[in-house]
């Protein structure tokens, strides 16, 4: 049996006094994949990333998983992911994970031609830069994220005229400040797993009513849906900008004002894989990590 590490964040742990109310959603994930990789031949171990107690090197290969508070403390998290990958193999590889984690990566596929939400880049998300993004941007409706963030957190959505959100809702250091895209009310946003860089499932994700995020924790809903041809083509291109081993990748996307799809999210960090829309999700998962660990070279 080869040994392989699956991190997440003590908040998903069931029974922590702290847990998320998404921690569900890691104990599907993580019992799917588990189940899926003991058919290989690998026993898959639950691990928390900022433990310092976990030894990596006494593993096959760590694959970064929920590690769904990274943002709240990102350097810590890429000195961590540095240290692992100096021990053995990472998944996805580090140089990929530094890359991900700060959303300037939707600039780098925007000059690679992929097509992306018009952003306004700032340091920081004060009265006169988002008065100014109206502006830059041409719209009455916006979106503020953190550069590095997942899940929304600290993300606001503003209408022009509206009172500020408050410091504590908005990003704390550097931002994207995008038009907020009415096909987010109508149609949701598609999503598309792939599992090296092959195609697993996809799943519309719909904000509930009154909300614009599209995440279970606020009350979105979920549905397996099958990708038109123009959406899985625009996925695979933003795999391709990606050079390296891909264990993961969550590509999302959206409707823009001229109604042609734009990458709004290339997840290859910490992503959700949606088990209840992908049944064969663990198999798949399972089969890639044992094609990945097949090869004599390490990748990060």
């Known amino acids: 049996m080869r040994r392989t590490a699956f991190l997440t ?9 702290d847990a998320r109310a998404d921690a569900w959603e890691h104990a599907l994930e993580f019992s799917a994949l588990k189940s899926a990789c003991k058919h290989r031949l690998i026993t898959l171990e639950e691990a928390v990333w900022d433990d310092p107690a976990f030894d990596a090197s006494a593993h096959d290969a760590v694959i970064v998983g929920t590690c769904w508070d990274y943002m709240q403390k990102p350097a810590l998290f890429l000195e961590t992911m540095d240290r692992i990958s100096k021990q ?4 996805n590889p580090l140089a990929t994970i530094r890359w991900n984690a700060d959303k300037s990566y939707l600039r780098d596929l925007s000059d690679q031609g992929i097509p992306t939400i018009p952003t306004v880049w ?9 008065r100014d993004a109206f502006t830059a941007l041409d719209v009455d409706d916006i979106v503020i994220k953190p550069r590095i963030g997942a899940s929304a957190w600290r993300q606001a959505r503003l209408k022009k005229g509206a009172p500020l959100p408050s410091a504590a809702e908005l990003p704390p250091e550097a931002c994207l400040i995008q038009p907020f895209l009415k096909a987010a009310e109508r149609e949701g946003e598609l999503t598309l797993l792939f599992f090296d860089r092959v195609f697993s499932h996809g799943l519309v994700k719909k904000p509930r009513a009154g909300d614009y995020r599209t995440q279970s924790i606020y009350g979105a809903t979920e549905a397996k849906a099958d990708p038109p041809a123009d959406a899985l083509a625009m996925a695979h291109a933003a795999l391709e900008a990606v050079s390296g ?3 993961y990748a969550r590509v999302d996307l959206m409707r823009g004002a001229d109604d042609g799809w734009n990458v709004m999210e290339l997840e290859l960090i910490e992503p959700y894989f949606y088990p209840e829309q992908g049944p064969y999700m663990g198999a798949h998962f399972a089969a890639a990590l044992d094609r990945l660990l097949a090869k004599p070279a390490r990748m990060s």
């Open 9 to 17: 964040a003590t908040c998903l742990l069931e029974g922590h006094a």
């Open 88 to 91: 053995t193999l990472l998944l």
């Open 122 to 130: 700032a340091e920081t998300a004060d009265a006169a830069t988002l």
């Open 245 to 247: 081993p891909l264990l």
